[in-house]
């Protein structure tokens, strides 16, 4: 398990002391964020001339939105990684399929190939013969 660890953040200006098991630089980021979204909502007067409950409640939500809409994003990414995984799955086996046929196609080309040549070997065979009973026939008769 990893060590606690804690860290001096600021965080609106005040102090705090942060612990827990993630690392410093973590901490300080979380503290970064807050301090972004306090000065995000700070150029909003309406936000300004609300009293602290409501401020805090109105940040509460925005955080918890920036939350669901990150995991919203997060699960939309999964499906797309997972759709992505069966296309790529999919082509593999495409590709294998296609390789077998290449080379069942480029087996059966040898063997036409094979046969084409000893069909030309018959044929230069037979007509030899062909000329040779030929010449055979003029010269007896």
Same mark, same amino acid.
């Not at 098991?21 to 300080?28: D, G, R, T, V």
């Not at 080379?103 to 070997?121: F, G, V, W």
């Given at each position: 398990m990893a060590s606690k660890t804690?860290?001096? @953040? /600021?965080?609106? $200006?005040? @102090?705090y002391t942060l612990a827990g =098991?993630?690392?410093?630089? =973590?901490?300080?980021k979380i503290a970064s964020y807050l301090n972004g979204k306090i000065a995000e909502f700070g150029?909003?007067? $309406? =936000? /300004?001339?609300?009293?602290? +409950? =409501?401020r805090n409640t109105l940040m509460q939500i925005n955080i918890a939105d920036d939350y669901f809409h990150a995991r919203k994003e997060s699960e939309d990414l999964r499906e797309e990684i997972q759709q992505k995984e069966k296309d790529l799955y999919d082509v593999k086996h495409e590709l294998v399929?296609?390789?077998?046929?290449? +080379?069942?196609?480029?087996?059966? *080309?040898?063997?036409?190939?094979? +046969? *084409? +040549?000893?069909?030309?070997?018959?044929?230069?065979r037979l007509e030899t013969e062909m000329k040779t009973r030929e010449e055979d026939k003029r010269s007896r008769g």
């Open positions: 804690s860290a001096e @953040v /600021i965080i609106d $200006g005040k @102090v =098991y993630a690392s410093e630089e =973590y901490l300080q150029k909003n007067e $309406g =936000y /300004i001339k609300l009293n602290t +409950d =409501y399929t296609s390789q077998m046929k290449l +080379d069942s196609t480029e087996k059966k *080309l040898r063997q036409a190939e094979k +046969d *084409l +040549d000893e069909s030309a070997k018959k044929i230069i």
